[in-house]
């Protein structure tokens, strides 16, 4: 019903900036909360930004002012803008649309890979 799909991973050197985007289509209603999760080769996943269909915004503490998350809901897109990056941003990171109360609505993309040399 929905698909998201990521874009923009890539290699970065400490201190640069990268920018992912993700275009959803399909059924998705812009009432979803949209993020972005990381994980790690033997890390969990983690969150790392959402932003409600409002605009309102829920960081990881260790990403908090380097990170910024949007969303263009005409697009049916959401970015994310790291700045700053530091080796432990390096993981793969997954685009995530979720109904506010149906957690039966909760999809994924297939990440992309954002690695930070070191």
């Known amino acids: 019903q929905v698909q998201l799909v990521e874009s923009g991973g890539g290699l970065v050197q400490p201190g640069g900036s990268l920018r992912l985007s993700c275009a959803a289509s399909?059924?998705?209603?812009?009432?979803?909360?949209m993020g972005w999760y990381r994980q790690a080769p033997g890390k969990q996943r983690e969150l790392v930004a959402v932003?409600?269909?409002?605009?309102?915004?829920v960081y990881a503490d260790s990403v908090e002012g380097r990170f910024t998350v949007s969303r263009d809901n005409a697009k049916k897109t959401v970015s994310l803008q790291m700045n700053s990056l530091k080796p432990e941003d390096t993981a793969v990171y997954y685009c995530n649309a979720r109904h506010p109360l149906l957690s039966v609505y909760d999809f994924w993309g297939q990440g992309t890979q954002v690695t930070v040399s070191s």
């Open positions: 932003i409600s269909s409002g605009g309102t915004t």
């Open positions: 399909g059924s998705i209603s812009n009432i979803y909360r």
